[in-house]
């Protein structure tokens, strides 16, 4: 038995690592593989318009957002966004809440200016700023819902009238929200959507066509809106298992059921750290995120013996990012309740050994 806390990739669904091994050898019966059937097929075409109808579906989105399947990664999205959306000497305005957002910013500012607006850098990022003054002139307002590094999720969206961008990556599709509220959304697939090599981005076309700058083709959203995500030859088969983890979910019961088991992942971890004072989590209690939790524990030793202990248990992931340390324990959509069981059970046996 094993347990995948990855960060990500990570882990999927198990009916959908079935269906893709059958699909890899013969996909719908036809025969083929879908590793050797062309993008502009009608086969991949039905594989692409389900993703694309059951994204809007489970998102709830209204007729004036676009869904997108794109190359590159969330890393992409980071010069993107501004590329298209802002000009040369106007504000886009930024959160920086941690690793992933502060990456953006630094890309944000080869198109135009950023205004930081608040920052958790004070105290490592182990809390969302609150109570902050978004410009009004600004081209946008860019935040990261949840910080996959740091352990944070902001579970608010931000009141204002600019245009809201969301860098997803690590939350999307986790609990429910109002994503009609944000102008653009984007998030790597290899988390909550499905397999890497593909991006989401979700966008209101109205936002588009106010920059003066020029800019290559596969950077232009229109264009990959004009061309339904088919520029150039998608990636083929992250978009097929993207589409086979979004079938799962809304088999489910879509986000509200899942976001049920993510609520009682979270609370089971969260509760059973705080029960045990040999584990620290790192971030305030309001501002924790339900995907990702980072705990430290106070002698380095036994950090390390914990850490041996879980990969003897078949624990996959349990580390912390190398620029944090300590532990780092992901519990997207796909990881089962028993996974945390599993793992709580072994923290509260460590500990009562150790104290
Ligand atoms: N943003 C967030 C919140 C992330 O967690 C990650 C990756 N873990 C990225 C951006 C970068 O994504 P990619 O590797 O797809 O470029």
Not at 251 to 256: A, F, K, Q, S
Not at 275 to 294: C, G, H, Q, W, Y
């Amino acid at each position: 038995m094993v347990y995948n806390f990855n960060a990500g990739p990570s882990i999927l669904p198990k009916e959908v690592f079935e269906e893709v091994s059958r699909g890899i050898l013969d996909f719908n019966g036809t025969g083929l593989s879908i590793l050797e059937i062309g993008h502009r097929t009608p086969l991949f075409q039905g594989v692409l318009d389900e993703a694309i109808a059951t994204a809007k579906e489970l998102m709830k989105l209204d007729a004036d957002h676009e869904v997108l399947f794109l190359h590159g990664g969330a890393t992409t999205q980071f010069f993107q966004i501004p590329m298209n959306l802002v000009n040369e000497g106007q504000t886009a305005a930024y959160l920086d809440c941690g690793t992933w957002g502060k990456k953006a910013i630094k890309e944000a500012k080869l198109y135009g200016h950023v205004e930081v607006v608040a920052s958790s850098k004070d105290k490592n990022y182990t809390y969302i700023p609150k109570g902050y003054t978004i410009p009004r002139d600004a081209a946008y307002f860019h935040y990261t819902t949840n910080n996959t590094i740091e352990g944070t999720e902001m579970f608010a969206i931000p009141e204002t009238d600019v245009p809201l961008v969301a860098d997803m990556s690590s939350d999307i599709l986790s609990r429910v929200t109002d994503f009609n509220k944000h102008a653009l959304i984007y998030a790597g697939a290899q988390k909550n959507i499905g397999a890497a090599g593909v991006t989401m981005v979700v966008l209101r076309k109205d936002i588009l066509g106010k920059v003066n700058r020029a800019m290559p083709g596969m950077l232009d959203y229109r264009e990959h809106i004009a061309a339904g995500s088919m520029l150039n030859t998608p990636p083929v088969f992250a978009i097929y298992v993207c589409m086979l983890t979004l079938r799962w979910l809304k088999n489910l019961g879509g986000i509200p059921a899942i976001e049920a088991v993510n609520t009682k992942k979270a609370d089971l971890l969260y509760s059973t750290l705080d029960s045990l004072p040999i584990f620290r989590p790192t971030v305030v209690k309001e501002d924790r995120s339900k995907m990702n939790a980072v705990f430290v524990m106070d002698d380095p030793a036994l950090e390390k013996e914990f850490q041996d202990l879980c990969k003897a248990e078949g624990m996959y992931g349990v580390k912390g990012h190398r620029s944090v340390g300590g532990f780092r324990v992901s519990l997207y959509n796909a990881l089962p309740l028993s996974s945390v069981e599993v793992l709580t059970q072994l923290m509260t046996q460590f500990a009562h050994k150790k104290a």
